[in-house]
């Protein structure tokens, strides 16, 4: 059995609150997490984020997706989701992709879907980048899979499993707060 990479009793308090008060009005959750390449880790970040409220116990699906756009939509991926968490990079290739993707849900119906969208940036902020038209979470580095000498990937540091940047952004997107 894999150990978590949450540390139990580690939510903070803030948003063990913001659930309760949630109580049932919201739930559940539906959050999809959608790469913009194939060489981020989505896979883990949705696997961090589905432990993370596990332990809020705020009920929560998270699911995958991407970076095929249309494969996405045939395997339903994209129905009944709250909230969409697109996985990118500092790089001027994702900025383009994630325009893309934002183009391509307005034009094919998923305004609502657009509107709810939390840009996860892997890596360090530049100072003079331009704030976006939606929220942006950037994560740190130890997101990425990094291999020891001996060839050993860890995918994971503290700091990622510390950091409830992404939770609260999907908390305050799946309340309405997001947007505002």
């Not at 109580?23 to 060489?39: A, C, E, K, Q, W």
């Not at 970076?67 to 339903?76: A, D, I, K, N």
């Amino acid at each position: 059995m894999r150990a978590h990479k949450t540390k139990p009793g580690a939510a903070p308090e803030e948003l063990k609150q913001q659930v309760a008060e949630l109580g049932s009005r919201i739930l559940p959750i539906s959050v999809l997490v959608f790469t913009l390449d194939t060489h981020l880790p989505f896979c883990e970040i949705a696997e961090h984020l589905a432990e993370q409220f596990g332990e809020l116990e705020c009920q929560t699906t998270v699911a995958t997706a991407g970076p095929q756009r249309v494969q996405s939509v045939r395997e339903g991926k994209f129905t009944g989701v709250n909230v969409l968490v697109a996985v990118g990079d500092t790089s001027a290739e994702s900025e383009d992709r994630l325009m893309e993707l934002v183009e391509w849900l307005l034009a094919n119906g998923r305004k609502e879907l657009a509107a709810n969208l939390i840009y996860a940036v892997l890596g360090h902020e530049h100072q003079n980048h331009p704030a976006p038209a939606f929220s942006r979470v950037v994560l740190p580095r130890s997101y990425y899979a990094r291999t020891q000498q001996s060839g050993l990937k860890l995918p994971w540091a503290a700091s990622a499993r510390e950091s409830w940047e992404l939770a609260h952004a999907v908390l305050d997107y799946a309340v309405g707060l997001g947007a505002e």
